[in-house]
């Protein structure tokens, strides 16, 4: 089994920049794939952000040019660093993983619980 557990949101002014964190725990053997999606009251889930292991990196077009993402494999750990902070960016982020777990076949999808990111006037 792993573990996904998200930090680094806040409330934050229009401009300004948040660090988020996933830091992924458990047997694991190998992290295939990190991606941040985010989902606003009333709407469906978008992806953000994503980064595989062979270094392919994708953003959604409403983030480009103001969100980072980023990963240690040391840690275990991405992050997500976001810039220019807008009011249409609140929303709670969560981080989606595809891990393969020591001793077994295949890749597993796992969630974070999410983190709040607000950005106000």
């Known amino acids: 089994q792993a573990q996904l557990v998200e930090s680094g949101g806040g409330l934050v002014q229009i401009g300004g920049s948040l660090r988020l964190s996933c830091a992924v725990s458990?047997?694991?053997?190998?992290?295939?794939?990190m991606g941040w999606y985010r989902q606003a009251p009333g709407k469906q889930r978008e992806l953000v952000a994503a980064?595989?292991?062979?270094?392919?990196?994708d953003y959604a077009d409403s983030v480009k040019g103001r969100f980072t993402i980023s990963r240690d494999n040391a840690k275990n750990t991405g992050y997500l660093q976001m810039n220019s902070l807008k009011p249409e960016d609140t929303a709670v982020y969560y981080c989606?993983?595809?891990?393969?777990?020591?001793?077994?076949?295949?890749?597993?999808?796992?969630w974070g619980q999410g983190t709040q990111v607000t950005v106000s006037s």
């Open positions: 980064i595989t292991s062979g270094g392919s990196i």
């Open positions: 458990g047997s694991i053997s190998s992290i295939t794939y």
């Open positions: 989606n993983a595809r891990i393969g777990l020591v001793g077994k076949l295949g890749i597993y999808a796992y």
